[in-house]
């Protein structure tokens, strides 16, 4: 069974920073994409971060967080991180994790994972 389990939400100033982990079982981690994601009542959602959990696992980012958040693995851990730095209050939202089972080249595109966790919330303040 697939389990995405996200930790490591809050409240933060704007400026400031939060780490976001996604613990992900064994079998799900292996070689493939694992994803994050964002949403805010009523609107959809959006892709924030990916890396393959190879090795040498590539990352990809949306264009929105490019320079501020990081996406790492720790593979003895099957965990997946997201370093947030110099947050905005626009970055407030709803967390998610996601994997994708399917592919080798990772996306952001929400549509295109399978499994989810449950979310964990992030608010910054002005």
């Known amino acids: 069974q697939v389990q995405l389990v996200e930790t490591g939400g809050g409240s933060v100033q704007a400026g400031g920073s939060l780490r976001l982990s996604c613990a992900v079982d064994?079998?799900?981690?292996?070689?493939?994409?694992i994803g994050w994601f964002r949403q805010t009542p009523g609107k959809e959602r959006e892709g924030v971060a990916a890396?393959?959990?190879?090795?040498?696992?590539?990352?990809f980012y949306a264009d929105s967080v490019k320079g501020r958040f990081t996406i790492s693995q720790d593979n003895a851990e099957n965990t997946v991180y997201l370093q947030m730095n110099n947050l905005k209050p626009e970055d407030t939202a709803m967390y998610y994790c996601?994997?994708?089972?399917?592919?080798?080249?990772?996306?952001?595109?929400?549509?295109?994972?399978?499994?989810w966790g449950q979310g964990t919330q992030v608010t910054v303040s002005s």
């Open positions: 996601a994997a994708d089972l399917h592919r080798f080249l990772c996306t952001v595109v929400p549509s295109d994972y399978d499994s």
């Open positions: 064994a079998d799900t981690y292996n070689m493939n994409c």
């Open positions: 890396i393959y959990t190879a090795d040498d696992g590539g990352t």
